[in-house]
C-alpha cells in the first residue's frame, strides 16, 4: 500500500515537472503561443493558425476556444493565455480593466445577425417581422451574452418584440435547437449559417447592419513571448489573417 | 489530538483523509468568502432569481413526485422478484447515475423532441413539450429516479422479506401486505430517496439546457440562471450559488435525520 502511495506520488510530481518544463521552453527555437479565442472564430482561427506554423518554423500555436466572457474570467485568474480574441468589445474592455492586456486591442473581423430556419423552413419565416408570428418557435440568445446583445438591438432598431421559447446560452446552442428541427427559427451569425452548410436555411434581413458586432484581439501582459504574441494579432489583422477571415464568412472589422 | 479510535486505523491514513476533506471544504469557503454580503439579499431577491427559485422548487417537487409514484414499483419488482435479464435492467435502470448529464439530455430529445421517436405521438395529442415547464420536469426525473430506486430497493433487501410473509400466511391480500407491512416498514428509505431525488432534481443542469431550452419563469431554472448570470454579473452567480448549496446542505441534514431514525 505504502509503495503504491509513493508510486502515485512521484508520478503526480512527475507529471507536474514535464508540464512546466513545457510551458517555460521560451528560449530555446521551438516555441509555443496560447491564444485564448471566442468560440465562433474556431474554425477561421485554427486555419490561421496553422498557417502561421508554416510560415514559423519552431512555432506551435495553441487554442482554447470557449465564450468570451468565461475566457476573459480564465485569464484574470492567471490562464497561460498569450493572446485574447474576444467575440465583442464588452469583454476585451473588461480584459483591459483587469489589467491583463499588454498591448493595444485591434478590431479584427466583423460580424453581423441572420435568420437561420430548418432547410424546409416550417413556418416561412421570410423577415425579421416573420419572427413575431404567432405559433413560429423562435430562439435567440440570451441578452446577457454577445449574440443575444446583438439581436436585442436589431429588435430595438426595427420597433419588433420577439416572443421567444428560449433565450440560449450560446449561439451553437440557438444553431443547434434549429439544426435538430426543435425550433422553426433562430438568430446566429452570418458566419454560423455558412459553417452549417446545408443543414440550415438562411434568411438575411436588412435590420441585421443595426447591430454589427464587432471582434478585437490584443496581446496579453505576461505572456511568454510579447514579440510572438504581437506578431501573431498582427497576422490576424493583416492580409494572411484578413484573408482566412472572410472565407469563413466574416466582414471586415 | 483526542481521536476515539475503534478499531486500529493507522495513523498515516489521517494525512490525506484530511487532504481530502480540505479538497471538498476549501472550494465552499472560497464560494463563501466571494459573497457580497452588502447586496446579498437583494441579489437573491431580483425578479429573475425568484423566478428561477420558484420554478426550481416547484419543478424539482414535480420531478420528486413522478419518482415516488415510478420508481417505488421499480425497486419493488428488482428487490422482491426474479426474472430472466433482471440485472441487465437493473444496469440500464441505474445509467443516468454514470451517464453526463448532457447525454440524457440528447437523449431526451431524440425521444419527446418534436422530431423524436414519440415526437409525432405527442403532437397527435396535442401536447407541447418542447421549451415547456414539463421538458424541465422530464429531464430532472431522467437523472433523479435512479435514486430513488437505489435508495429503496437497498432499504427494501435490508428489511428483508419476513414480515411479509409471515402476513400473508395469515391471510393478507398482497396489496394488503405492501400497503400495511412492506411500506411502512421501508418509509425511511423511501423518505431518503424522496429527498436525493428532489436534491439531484434541484441541481439539474445538463440535460435540462439541453433539451428543455432556457426561459425565465418556464424553463431557467436555478443552476440555468447561475450560468448566465455569471456572463455579466458574477456577484448575482456567487450568491445563488450559496443558496444552492445551503439548499444542499439542508438537504444532507434530511437524509442524515431519516437515516439515523432508520437505523
Known amino acids: 500500500m505504502r509503495r503504491l502511495a509513493a508510486a502515485l506520488l512521484l508520478l503526480v510530481t512527475l507529471a507536474g515537472c514535464s508540464d512546466d518544463a513545457r510551458d517555460r521552453t521560451t528560449d530555446g527555437p521551438e516555441k509555443t503561443l496560447q491564444v485564448y479565442a471566442a468560440a465562433s472564430v474556431q ?8 498557417r502561421f506554423e508554416d510560415a514559423n518554423d519552431g512555432v506551435t500555436v495553441k487554442f482554447t476556444f470557449g465564450g468570451s466572457s468565461d475566457l476573459v474570467a ?57 419572427l413575431t408570428k404567432r405559433g413560429a418557435k423562435v430562439v ?64 438575411t434581413f436588412p435590420e441585421s447592419r443595426r447591430a454589427v458586432n464587432t471582434y478585437p484581439i490584443a496581446s496579453l501582459r505576461g505572456a511568454d513571448d510579447e514579440t510572438l504574441a504581437a506578431y501573431f494579432t498582427d497576422y490576424v489583422v493583416g492580409p494572411e489573417g484578413q484573408s482566412v477571415l472572410s472565407t469563413y464568412g466574416f466582414q471586415k472589422p | ?155 427494501l433487501r435490508t428489511v428483508g422479506e419476513r414480515y411479509e410473509v409471515v402476513a400473508a400466511t395469515l391471510g393478507a391480500r398482497p396489496t394488503t401486505v405492501l400497503r400495511r407491512v412492506t411500506l411502512p416498514l421501508v418509509l425511511p428509505g423511501l423518505a431518503a430517496g424522496a429527498v436525493l431525488s428532489f436534491a439531484r432534481a434541484l441541481g439539474e443542469f445538463g440535460a435540462t439546457i439541453t433539451f428543455a431550452g432556457s426561459l425565465e419563469g418556464v424553463t431557467r431554472t436555478l443552476p440555468l440562471e447561475i450560468y448566465l448570470q455569471r456572463e455579466t454579473d458574477p456577484d448575482a452567480a456567487v450568491a445563488l450559488s450559496l443558496v444552492l448549496v445551503v439548499v444542499a446542505v439542508l438537504v444532507i441534514g434530511l437524509v442524515r435525520g431519516t437515516r439515523s431514525t432508520a437505523l
Request: aromatic share 6%; proline share 6%; with cysteine.
Open chain 1, 43 to 50: 474554425n477561421a482561427f485554427t486555419e490561421i493558425g496553422k
Open chain 1, 74 to 130: 480564465q485569464i484574470e485568474q492567471g490562464a497561460p493565455a498569450d493572446v485574447f480574441a474576444s467575440a465583442d468589445t464588452a469583454n476585451m474592455d473588461k480584459a483591459v480593466k483587469a489589467r491583463v492586456v499588454g498591448g493595444v486591442p485591434q478590431d479584427f473581423a466583423s460580424n453581423t445577425l441572420e435568420i437561420v430556419t430548418p432547410p424546409d423552413n416550417p413556418a416561412h419565416i421570410e423577415s425579421l417581422r416573420d
Open chain 1, 140 to 203: 435567440v440568445c440570451a441578452p446577457e451574452v454577445p449574440c443575444g446583445a446583438a439581436a436585442a438591438r436589431v429588435e430595438k432598431a426595427a420597433g419588433l418584440t420577439i416572443k421567444p421559447v428560449s433565450e440560449e446560452q450560446s449561439v451553437t446552442d440557438v444553431l443547434g435547437k434549429v439544426i435538430s428541427g426543435e425550433a422553426d427559427a433562430g438568430l446566429v451569425y452570418v458566419t454560423d449559417v455558412l459553417g452549417a452548410g446545408a443543414k440550415v436555411h438562411g434568411v
Open chain 2, 1 to 155: 489530538m483526542s481521536l476515539t479510535q475503534q478499531s486500529g486505523v493507522p495513523r498515516w491514513v489521517l494525512v490525506p483523509a484530511a487532504l481530502g476533506a480540505a479538497f471538498v471544504v476549501l472550494p465552499l469557503v472560497a464560494l463563501v468568502t466571494r459573497v457580497e454580503w452588502g447586496s446579498f439579499f437583494s441579489l437573491i431577491t431580483s425578479d429573475s432569481s425568484q423566478a428561477a427559485l420558484w420554478l426550481s422548487l416547484r419543478t424539482s417537487a414535480a420531478s420528486t413526485l413522478l419518482c415516488v409514484v415510478l420508481g417505488v414499483p421499480m425497486a419493488l419488482v428488482l428487490a422482491r422478484t426474479t426474472f430472466r435479464g433482471q440485472s441487465l435492467l437493473r444496469s440500464l435502470v441505474l445509467l443516468p447515475l454514470v451517464l453526463p448529464p448532457v447525454v440524457g439530455g440528447i437523449a431526451l430529445l431524440y425521444t419527446f423532441g418534436r422530431k423524436g421517436l414519440l415526437g409525432e405521438t405527442i403532437d397527435v395529442l396535442g401536447l407541447q413539450i418542447a421549451f415547456s415547464t414539463t421538458a424541465v420536469v422530464i429531464a430532472q426525473t431522467f437523472v433523479a429516479l435512479p435514486f430513488m430506486v437505489v435508495s429503496l430497493e437497498g432499504t
